[in-house]
């Protein structure tokens, strides 16, 4: 089946303005979930979404970051006022939900590398 | 709070030879998972191995390996006879069972010389 994709997979855009990055899941994945890289870097965490649960927003650096998850499948993150800081490569990972013993990875999409000029 | 350590930003290794990626981990709940990704230069990330917490056997995924000392808290993974191909960004990750979030570690680069 089709994995885990996001669009777009680059993005440059001027400082103060807004972009979306958007993450679609894969196909019953109850877990979503957004990274930032910057370059050289490891993941940070950004926002995790668990079904119909209020998100885990810890990760998010400021009140300029925010995401939605629409009928439990795709999720937009919305950058306002950009600044070049947030230049990094935003990357969305699924799971199913835990549980029976089971393990359930994060199945990575390709990444949106944000470029803020 | 829980956290990933991995102290070796960077580490080589001769092509064949074995090579041990250390990482350590922190938290006070019992039931937990350990996972390593690869993620080379073209960015995707890769799973390669997991290792729940109540496991008694260290897991084993083909030339992977994972060296499970739940006492040291810690999870190092063993590549053995390196390739080329291994050559990537390696990341130790922790997910508490009863939360399903992930904690990454900063990751080590490897580099297998040939």
């Known amino acids: 089946g089709a994995g885990v994709s996001q669009s777009p997979s680059n993005k440059v855009t001027e400082k103060g303005k807004d972009v979306e990055l958007r993450c679609d899941p894969i196909s019953g994945h109850t877990a979503l979930y957004w990274y930032r890289q910057s370059l050289g870097q490891g993941l940070e965490f950004l926002i995790y979404?668990?079904?119909?649960?209020?998100?885990?927003k810890s990760g998010l650096p400021s009140d300029r970051f925010s995401a939605e998850r629409t009928g439990g499948s795709v999720s937009t993150l919305t950058i306002q006022r950009t600044q070049q800081e947030d230049s990094a490569v935003y990357l969305c990972a699924s799971s199913l939900a835990h549980g029976g013993g089971v393990y359930n990875e994060q199945f990575f999409g390709p990444g949106t590398r944000l470029t803020v000029l | 709070a829980q956290k990933i350590t991995q102290t070796q930003p960077g580490m080589f290794v001769q092509e064949k030879e074995a090579v041990t990626l250390d990482c350590t981990y922190d938290?006070?709940?019992?039931?937990?998972?350990l996972f390593w990704y690869k993620q080379p230069s073209s960015g995707e990330m890769i799973f390669l191995i997991y290792?729940?917490?109540?496991?008694?056997q260290n897991a084993t995924e083909g030339r992977y390996s994972l060296n499970f000392q739940k006492a040291r808290k810690s999870a190092n993974l063993v590549i053995s006879a390196s390739q080329l191909g291994d050559s990537a960004m390696y990341f130790c990750a922790m997910r508490l069972n009863n939360f399903n979030k992930f904690y990454f570690g900063s990751g080590t680069k490897l580099n297998v010389k040939p």
């Open positions: 979404f668990q079904g119909n649960s209020a998100p885990d």
């Open positions: 290792q729940g917490s109540y496991d008694q």
């Open positions: 938290t006070s709940d019992p039931s937990y998972g």
